[in-house]
């Protein structure tokens, strides 16, 4: 078993799953503390939200294409956007975040 198969969440097939934001990468519209649900069999797409296994760890950014590759980007320009060559760095399409406890403050990413 590869370290990143360590990392992944044992859900069945394609099943989403949700997982905590943690850092300040993509604020202001991720803050911390925020539950994000993951599509695994989400189309990834320029501007959509993903997960992706880059430089031996996980991470969650906004694809953009660039030329001719793709970027993993993140909301504040505190941090430095990441070279992607293709989409195979790419698990999953965040579809939802919500604040706990709050879910009127829900949003969703779907069709974006």
Same mark, same amino acid.
Not at 30 to 36: D, L, Y
Not at 77 to 103: E, N, T, Y
């Given at each position: 078993?590869?370290?990143?198969? &360590?990392?992944? +969440?044992?859900?069945? @097939?394609?099943?989403? !799953? ?5 850092? $300040?990468?993509?604020? +202001?519209? !991720? ?6 649900? %993951? ?11 993903? &997960?992706?296994? $880059?430089?031996?760890e996980w991470t969650f950014r906004q694809l953009l294409r660039v030329d001719a590759g793709w970027t993993l $980007?993140?909301? /504040? +320009?505190? !941090? +430095? #956007?990441?070279?992607?060559? #293709?989409? /195979?760095?790419? =698990?999953?399409? %965040? ?5 706990? @406890? =709050?879910? =009127?403050?829900?949003? !969703?990413?779907?069709?974006?």
């Open positions: 078993m590869q370290t990143e198969d &360590l990392a992944v +969440p044992d859900c069945g @097939g394609g099943e989403s !799953f949700a997982l905590m934001v943690m850092g $300040h990468s993509m604020a +202001p519209e !991720f803050n911390e503390g925020e539950i994000i649900i %993951i599509e695994p069999e989400g189309l990834a797409k320029d501007g959509s939200y993903v &997960l992706a296994w $880059h430089n031996e $980007h993140p909301l /504040s +320009p505190a !941090f +430095p #956007d990441a070279p992607l060559a #293709d989409l /195979s760095a790419v =698990r999953g399409v %965040i579809i939802q975040k919500a604040l706990p @406890g =709050r879910r =009127r403050a829900s949003k !969703f990413y779907v069709g974006m």
